[in-house]
T-cell receptor, first 114, second 114 residues
Framework: TQLLEQSPQFLSIQEGENLTVYCNSS?????LQWYRQEPGEGPVLLVT?????EVKKLKRLTFQFGDARKDSSLHITAAQPGDTGLYLC??????????????FGQGTILTVHP | EAQVTQNPRYLITVTGKKLTVTCSQN?????MSWYRQDPGLGLRQIYY???????DKGDVPEGYKVSRKEKRNFPLILESPSPNQTSLYFC?????????????FGPGTRLTVL
C-alpha cells in the first residue's frame, strides 16, 4: 500500500508570512496533485506535476516534485487570509493493479490570520 | 455549469436504516468514485466506476454498495448503516481513468449515524 505523509498537519500563521507544506512517501508516484478544500466544499485541483524535479508556479504558490518522484512541496509566499483552507496532496501511478488510483495524504489545515 | 452534485448535503439517521446518497455529474465523465473523509485520515476511496455497469471496490468498501446504470449517476447505498460510517462523503468524477487526470468533487454529504 502506498502512503503519503503530509506535514505539518496544522499551520497557523500571520498574513504576509511564508510557509511550506511537505508531502512525502517511500514509494514512487507517476504524478502528484495538490488540492485545496474550503469548509463546506469539495477539494479543488490546484496543480498536477508529473516530472521529477518539476516546479510549477500559481501566483504566490510554488509546487515542486522531488527528483525521485517520492515527495512534493507546496510553498506559499506572503500568505493571505484567502489562502486559509485544507491542502491535500494526492499521488497516482501508471503501473500495477492500482493504475490511476489517487492516494491522498492526511491534509494540512492552514489558517492565515489578518 | 459543469458540476458534480450530491444529495442530501446533511443526513442524520439511525443504525440499520437503509439510505442512499445520490451523485450526479453533467460533464459526460466516464470515471466516478466515492470517498469518505475522516479527521487525520485524509480521503479514502470507497468504490469507483470506470463506466456504465463497471464498478469496483476501493480501499474501504465494507458496508457500502454502488451502482452505475447511467453515465451521469453514481449513487452510494448503505444498506444497514452503523455509527462507524459517520463521516463526510465526497463523490468525484473525471473524464477518463488516467494518471494525473483532474478529479472534480461534489460539495460533500455529512452523514451521522446514531
Amino acid at each position: 500500500t502506498q502512503l503519503l505523509e503530509q506535514s505539518p498537519q496544522f499551520l497557523s500563521i500571520q498574513e504576509g508570512e511564508n510557509l511550506t507544506v511537505y508531502c512525502n512517501s517511500s514509494s514512487v508516484f507517476s504524478s502528484l496533485q495538490w488540492y485545496r478544500q474550503e469548509p463546506g466544499e469539495g477539494p479543488v485541483l490546484l496543480v498536477t506535476v508529473v516530472t521529477g524535479g518539476e516546479v510549477k508556479k500559481l501566483k504566490r504558490l510554488t509546487f515542486q516534485f522531488g527528483d525521485a518522484r517520492k515527495d512534493s512541496s507546496l510553498h506559499i509566499t506572503a500568505a493571505q487570509p484567502g489562502d486559509t483552507g485544507l491542502y491535500l496532496c494526492a499521488g497516482s501511478n501508471a503501473g500495477g493493479t492500482s493504475y490511476g488510483k489517487l492516494t491522498f495524504g492526511q491534509g494540512t489545515i492552514l489558517t492565515v490570520h489578518p | 455549469e459543469a458540476q458534480v452534485t450530491q444529495n442530501p448535503r446533511y443526513l442524520i439517521t439511525v443504525t440499520g436504516k437503509k439510505l442512499t446518497v445520490t451523485c450526479s455529474q453533467n460533464m459526460n465523465h466516464e470515471y466516478m468514485s466515492w470517498y469518505r473523509q475522516d479527521p487525520g485520515l485524509g480521503l479514502r476511496q470507497i468504490y469507483y466506476s470506470m463506466n456504465v455497469e463497471v464498478t469496483d471496490k476501493g480501499d474501504v468498501p465494507e458496508g457500502y454498495k454502488v451502482s452505475r446504470k447511467e453515465k451521469r449517476n453514481f449513487p452510494l447505498i448503505l444498506e444497514s448503516p452503523s455509527p462507524n460510517q459517520t463521516s463526510l462523503y465526497f463523490c468525484a468524477s473525471s473524464l477518463f481513468h488516467r494518471v494525473g487526470n483532474e478529479q472534480f468533487f461534489g460539495p460533500g454529504t455529512r452523514l451521522t449515524v446514531l
